[in-house]
């Protein structure tokens, strides 16, 4: 690409309109010696040689243009847009008409540097010349498209304070060789990436005393002689998937591998099967939060484009169902990929060339809505430049974002940054709730799956799968209240609300959660059913806990059970009585309604006969009034 490019600026003639002063033949017969060296150099690949031999030129015959396009030429393809700029301007200066037609390459450079608006006045001259070729004007239009999208975007997006530093993440984790496709996981304490040193290995790297530790390769089974890469590892830390290209068991050109963290290191990867993998190419997966959803990119059939992003849901029975696209709202007639869910849950970023943007490759950000998604949004000038941009992933503060670029304090090509998002493009932040399910009776863990539902809405937001021994972690949007749930074989459900709300981002709270083995006079509050003040009328947002009492019924097809409602010792005793037999017939007749037997089922109210708390306070009287299932017999 350098050597096509500089072979024009050096040699190709120029549409000169007749007001043009600039006179090739009048260049010094000296200058024109060296000129044609630093072509020589040029075709050998000896840029630098080449630069210092065209500098040697103009210093002989500062009218020079060629020379200083050939400069500027060479630096553009350096990427050193600020040279390039400075060179291709004294070109300018010598001869404004004769120089239009390099009106194009000086705006890309003008563009590299996030002078759009520059840019833009500069490929308008371009396209104004008459006659262009239909190539030269097609690029020029495209050009000026994304321009006109960087001016207008910075018009709805200023800036503010916001100031765009990246910080190399240091010696410990960037070497010489190729640092790229960052993971982190849900604390921000463990650090995954892909290494390129004669092939490609996974490395970790850990925070620890304000500092990320040497890095070294993952231990266990996961690195091999093939090379591993693209990978994304769960935010508990325990599943990491990733890409493997032309594997022994490989279904297509490259398909996507699970490994597992054992107490020996991560397992030997496993393909994840025809349903996730085709004949095509399945890179760049990303796993929300509770690891119930695999975002990852796929060029199969059927697609709007030639890579698209897709989504496969984890199935109750531990397999992952047919992958869906993620239609059009996301992908494009053109490519998308590297998409990462973000710890909410809820936002998505991705790469695309198909979206409006600034040329090549950009970085957009989607939130789920309903069933599908928002527009999507354009991270913005200067996380997104006139290049093609690649991976990002974003901690679960919200803010700090990791990538891999090959800026200029680079310890050797590509390594690992990191930086902070600009308020408008960050996800919601997240509080982090972590705790254990655990028999009642023994103390002992319960592996199980627990369910947060957004008390707001109704709408269950992630369904977590502890581990073996009952642990889980999961990160929730601040600002909202849950109902955490919990249902077993064997044990009563767990069904309780937590408000959160109010609670500090970025902080850790435990939930622990204890469940009731299903055995004679075993009983729990029923948490989340709810009547209006003095009425026993269902209110519509006690359906989710009557349904879990609907199917722990339907499991247990010999249980029989009591409902017994309590309130708190306000008011008459006889009226109380009476509101609190009324709510827990309510209760039984709903489940009757539902097809349970009425031999299962009994009701009775205690009024203000039995309470668990303190009527002195309004705090007390609350957890007295409460409704109640206890199981009579299996």
């Not at 240091?170 to 463990?190: C, H, M, Q, R, W």
């Not at 955490?484 to 609300?497: I, T």
């Not at 709270?509 to 269902?538: G, H, M, T």
């Not at 409902?563 to 009226?575: L, Q």
């Amino acid at each position: 690409m350098i050597k096509a490019l500089v072979t024009i600026a050096l040699i190709a003639g120029c549409i000169v309109s007749a007001k043009a002063q600039y006179d090739p033949d009048k260049v010094s017969k000296k200058a024109q010696a060296l000129y044609k060296k630093a072509y020589k150099s040029a075709m050998s690949n000896n840029f630098k040689e080449s630069i210092n031999t065209l500098q040697e030129a103009v210093k002989i015959d500062p009218g020079f243009l060629e020379a200083w396009l050939s400069i500027a030429g060479i630096y553009s393809e350096e990427k050193n847009y600020q040279a390039a700029i400075d060179n291709y301007e004294k070109a300018k200066a010598i001869d404004s008409s004769w120089f239009k037609d390099y009106n194009l390459p000086y705006s890309i450079n003008l563009a590299g540097k996030g002078e759009f608006q520059k840019a833009l006045a500069a490929v308008d001259q371009f396209l104004s010349i008459p006659n262009l070729n239909d190539q030269s004007r097609k690029a020029g239009l495209y050009r000026q498209k994304t321009y006109q999208f960087a001016v207008e975007y910075a018009s709805q997006h200023p800036m503010g304070n916001y100031h765009f530093e990246p910080q190399n993440l240091g010696d410990s984790v960037n070497t010489t060789a190729l640092e790229y496709f960052p993971a982190i996981t849900i604390d921000d304490k463990e650090l995954i990436f892909t290494r390129r040193n004669g092939q490609e290995d996974f490395y970790e790297s850990r925070f620890e005393n304000g500092h990320w530790t040497k890095a070294k390769p993952l231990a266990g089974n996961i690195n091999t002689s093939q090379n591993e890469g693209a990978q994304n590892i769960s935010q508990d830390g325990q599943w990491l998937i990733f890409t493997g290209c032309n594997f022994p068991d490989g279904r297509g050109s490259c398909d996507l591998y699970i490994s597992y963290l054992t107490p020996d290191g991560w397992s030997k990867p496993e393909n994840m099967g025809n349903r996730i993998n085709t004949e095509s190419w399945e890179s760049a997966p990303s796993l929300s939060p509770d690891k119930r959803d695999l975002y990852f990119a796929s060029g199969r059939p059927g697609g709007y484009g030639n890579q698209d992003i897709y989504v496969s849901h984890l199935l109750p029975n531990g397999r992952w169902g047919e992958p869906e696209n993620l239609g059009p709202e996301v992908n494009t007639i053109g490519d998308e990929s590297a998409p990462f869910m973000h710890a909410d849950n809820q936002t998505l970023y991705f790469t695309s060339s198909g979206h409006l943007g600034y040329g090549g490759t950009d970085l957009f950000m989607v939130k789920k809505q309903g069933k599908g998604w928002t527009k999507p949004i354009n991270l913005g000038y200067p996380i997104n430049t006139i290049e093609n941009e690649g991976s990002l992933v974003i901690a679960a503060d919200g803010k700090t974002a990791y990538y891999s670029s090959d800026r200029a304090d680079t310890k050797g090509g590509m390594d690992l940054y990191t930086f902070e998002l600009r308020d408008d493009i960050r996800p919601a932040r997240t509080l982090w709730v972590k705790g254990k399910v655990f028999d009642k009776n023994t103390q002992k863990g319960l592996p199980s799956a627990v369910e947060l539902t957004d008390l707001s809405t109704q709408t269950v937001l992630s369904k977590v799968q502890t581990d073996e021994t009952g642990n889980y972690l999961i990160t929730l949007p601040v600002g909202k209240d849950y109902a955490f749930n919990v249902q077993r074989k064997g044990y009563l459900f767990f069904s309780e609300n937590f408000p959160l709300s109010q609670k500090t981002p970025d902080s850790t709270y435990n939930i622990d959660i204890p469940l009731q083995p299903i055995e004679a006079n075993a009983s729990i509050v029923l948490k989340n059913i709810f009547f209006d003040i003095n009425k026993y009328d269902l209110k519509p947002e006690s359906t989710f806990e009557l349904d879990n009492i609907y199917a722990l019924l339907k499991e247990n097809p010999t249980l029989r059970i009591q409902i017994s409602g309590h309130t708190d010792n306000i008011g008459k005793a006889t009226d109380n009585m009476t509101l609190s037999n009324n709510r827990a017939q309510a209760v039984v007749k709903y489940l009757e309604s539902k097809g349970i037997e009425p031999q299962r089922l009994t009701f009775k109210g205690f009024g203000a006969t039995q309470p668990v708390a303190d009527n002195a306070t309004e705090e007390g009287r609350a957890k007295n009034r409460r409704t109640e299932l206890k199981v009579i017999s299996q």
